[in-house]
């Protein structure tokens, strides 16, 4: 069993900043294959970034590349999302998954991921 636990959501305007993190207990976290999803309401939850248990593999939405970059201390057990240059539309709740060992592009499917944290609010401001 893998907990997932998310911070560092909040308000912030447009063209800001903000880096949420995701601490992982349970289970070996270098075998874990990690992801941020998002979610508004009245909306499916999608994919926003990830990275593989390898760390050699980071895939992003096409919304967020660019401007949003995915990273993960395997000493701390965490995996970070850096948010840069945030719109109005980046406003959601995200939310931290975690599978194991799939692919790069496995990680861009909701169903496959095993397990979530119960998310955290970002809103941007114009």
């Known amino acids: 069993q893998v907990q997932l636990v998310e911070s560092g959501g909040g308000l912030v305007q447009a063209g800001g900043s903000l880096r949420l993190s995701c601490a992982a207990s349970g289970r070996t976290f270098s075998d874990l294959s990690m992801a941020w999803f998002r979610q508004t309401p009245g909306k499916e939850r999608d994919f926003v970034a990830g990275i593989t248990w390898t760390g050699i593999s980071t895939p992003y939405a096409d919304s967020v590349k660019g401007r949003f970059t995915v990273s993960r201390d395997v000493a701390k057990n965490t995996v970070y999302l850096q948010m840069n240059s945030l719109k109005p539309e980046d406003t959601a709740v995200y939310y931290c998954?975690?599978?194991?060992?799939?692919?790069?592009?496995?990680?861009?499917?909701?169903?496959?991921?095993?397990?979530w944290g119960k998310g955290t609010l970002v809103t941007v401001s114009a």
């Open positions: 998954a975690a599978t194991w060992k799939t692919t790069s592009q496995g990680l861009r499917t909701r169903g496959n991921m095993d397990y």
